[in-house]
């Protein structure tokens, strides 16, 4: 089946359209200690003005400013840390 010009045309917009509005996967890593054990605290999207998260098993559920801004509640803990893995390629490239 062909597209006609006006369908790819669409298509071609609806395309460009997701690139550009669609967010940014990431996860947020706990680390404990050195090089000794890490687990996924929760999976996150990014948008240019805030991020939502949900931990792995989807009880826990928040939104922030920033991806970097939420990393802070999960480095808690003693000889624990937390930092962001971006699990995509940026939008840009």
């Known amino acids: 089946m062909s597209l006609t010009t006006g369908q790819q045309q669409y298509e071609e917009f609806v395309t460009e359209l997701l690139a550009d509005e669609r967010p940014r996967l ?3 890593l706990r680390e404990f200690g050195t090089h000794q054990d890490a687990e996924v605290a929760a ?11 949900v931990s792995p098993n989807g009880r826990v559920r928040m939104r922030s400013e920033s ?26 490239s």
């Open 26 to 28: 990431f996860a947020v």
């Open 43 to 53: 999976w996150g999207m990014a948008w240019p003005d805030r991020a939502e998260l």
């Open 67 to 92: 991806p970097e801004r939420a990393l802070r509640v999960f480095g808690r803990g003693e000889d624990v840390s937390a930092r962001l893995v971006w699990v995509d390629a940026d939008p840009a």
